[in-house]
C-alpha cells in the first residue's frame, strides 16, 4: 500500500525511521526509480535532509531527527560520538554547532557533520533513544582529544548523576583506544572527578580557567567543596577561593548567600576573590594582577612554594 504526501503525491510503502525519514536506497528498494525521486522532490512530496536522505514532511526536525539524519546519510556502521554523544547522554550541558559521527572508513563530506575516522569495537557502541551511539566510557576517551581535563571532568561528574559513568568500563575502553595520545587527559579527569571536582560547569568558568593557565599560574581546583560549599576555583596550598559570577549573582538573595559564604572562608583563613564574566573577558589583566597578588600574598603568609 502506497502513502499520500501532503500534496496527493504517492510514495510506495517504505519503512521510515521513527522520525520519519527515508533513505535513497529505501525508496528505490520500493519501486521508484530515480527520475521518479527526483519528481516528488521537485512536487514538495519529499524533502531533502542530506543526500539521499529525506523526510515525508516540511519543516525542522528535532535534534534526535537531525542526528537519526546525519547517521543514515553516513550510511553502515555510523555512529554518533564524541559531543553530540556526550549531549545524548545528557553529558554534555552547552549547546553545539554541528554533528558528530565515527565511521570505520573514508566518506564524502556531509555538511553540518563532523566526520571521525575510527574503528569502533562493539563494547564502545550502544543505542539510546533509539540512536546508535558510543558508549559514556567510549566518549570519554575520544573527548579527551579535544577536550581540556577539568571540561572532559565535567562530562564525568554529569554522566555519574545520571548513573551512566563507570571507572572500570571507562579503563577498559581506554585499553581498548590504546595509542591514543591524549589518555592521559582522562586520565587527570577520572582522578580529580574521584577528588571530588564537577570540573567545568560552564562558559564563563572556562574563559577564567584559560585565561590563568595560559599566564602559567598554577592551576586551581574546579568546583570543590570547601567548608561545605561548592566554589569555582580554589588552590589549596594558597587558601585562595575564585568565584566567577554570573547574572543570578546580583539577585538580593543570592548576593547575602555569597556574602555569608565569603565570611566564612575569609574567618577560616582564605581569601575571596569574586569576578564578573565581562571582568573576565574585557580586564583581563586587571583580573590577573588580582589572583597574582592573592596568590603571592597567601605564599608569602603560609611559606608555600608557587608552583
Same mark, same amino acid.
Given at each position: 500500500? &502506497?502513502?499520500?504526501?501532503?500534496?496527493?503525491?504517492?510514495?510506495?510503502?517504505?519503512?521510515? &525511521?521513527? !522520525?520519519?525519514?527515508?533513505?535513497?536506497s529505501q525508496l528505490r528498494a520500493s519501486g521508484l526509480s530515480?527520475?521518479?525521486i527526483w519528481y516528488r522532490v521537485k512536487r514538495g512530496a519529499?524533502?531533502?535532509?542530506? !543526500?539521499?536522505?529525506? &523526510?515525508?514532511?516540511?519543516? @525542522?526536525l528535532s535534534r534526535e531527527g537531525e542526528w537519526t539524519a546525519a547517521l543514515l546519510a553516513a550510511g553502515e556502521g555510523a555512529t554518533l560520538s564524541d559531543l553530540s554523544a556526550a549531549i545524548l547522554s545528557r553529558a554534555w550541558r552547552y549547546?553545539?554547532?554541528?554533528?558528530?559521527?565515527?565511521? *570505520?572508513r573514508r566518506h564524502v563530506p556531509i555538511p553540518g557533520v563532523r566526520l571521525h575516522q575510527r574503528r569502533l569495537? *562493539?563494547?564502545?557502541?550502544?543505542?539510546?533513544?533509539?540512536?546508535?551511539?558510543? #558508549?559514556?566510557?567510549?566518549?570519554?576517551?575520544?573527548? &579527551?582529544?579535544?577536550?581540556?581535563? @577539568? @571540561?572532559? #571532568?565535567?562530562?564525568? !561528574? @554529569?554522566?555519574?548523576?545520571?548513573?551512566?559513568?563507570?571507572v572500570k568500563a571507562t579503563r577498559r575502553a581506554m585499553a581498548r583506544a590504546n595509542g591514543r595520545r591524549k589518555l592521559a587527559v582522562l586520565e587527570q579527569a577520572i582522578d580529580d572527578w574521584l577528588a571530588g571536582s564537577a570540573g567545568l560547569k560552564n562558559r564563563k568558568e572556562r574563559d577564567?580557567?584559560?585565561?590563568?593557565?595560559?599566564?602559567?599560574? *598554577?592551576?586551581?581546583?574546579?568546583?570543590?567543596?570547601?567548608l561545605g560549599n561548592e566554589v569555582d576555583f580554589h588552590w589549596p596550598a594558597q587558601r585562595l577561593v575564585v568565584e566567577v559570577d554570573g547574572g543570578h549573582h546580583s539577585r538580593p538573595p543570592t548576593q547575602l548567600d555569597d556574602r555569608r559564604r565569603d565570611r566564612a572562608l575569609e574567618a577560616a583563613g582564605w581569601t575571596v576573590l569574586r569576578f564578573r564574566p565581562k571582568e573576565v573577558e574585557h580586564r583581563r589583566e586587571r583580573v590577573l594582577a588580582a589572583v597574582e597578588r592573592a596568590l603571592a600574598r597567601q605564599q608569602h603568609l603560609s611559606g608555600v612554594s608557587p608552583s
Open positions: 500500500m &502506497s502513502q499520500k504526501s501532503s500534496i496527493g503525491v504517492a510514495i510506495p510503502a517504505t519503512p521510515l &525511521s521513527r !522520525h520519519g525519514l527515508v533513505t535513497n530515480q527520475s521518479a519529499l524533502f531533502r535532509r542530506y !543526500h539521499g536522505v529525506y &523526510s515525508l514532511s516540511p519543516g @525542522e549547546p553545539e554547532d554541528g554533528i558528530d559521527i565515527t565511521l *570505520p569495537d *562493539p563494547l564502545d557502541v550502544c543505542v539510546r533513544d533509539g540512536i546508535r551511539v558510543t #558508549t559514556v566510557a567510549r566518549t570519554c576517551v575520544d573527548l &579527551s582529544d579535544t577536550l581540556m581535563p @577539568e @571540561e572532559l #571532568t565535567n562530562v564525568i !561528574h @554529569e554522566a555519574a548523576f545520571r548513573n551512566r559513568f563507570d577564567f580557567l584559560v585565561l590563568v593557565t595560559d599566564a602559567g599560574l *598554577p592551576r586551581p581546583r574546579t568546583n570543590c567543596d570547601v
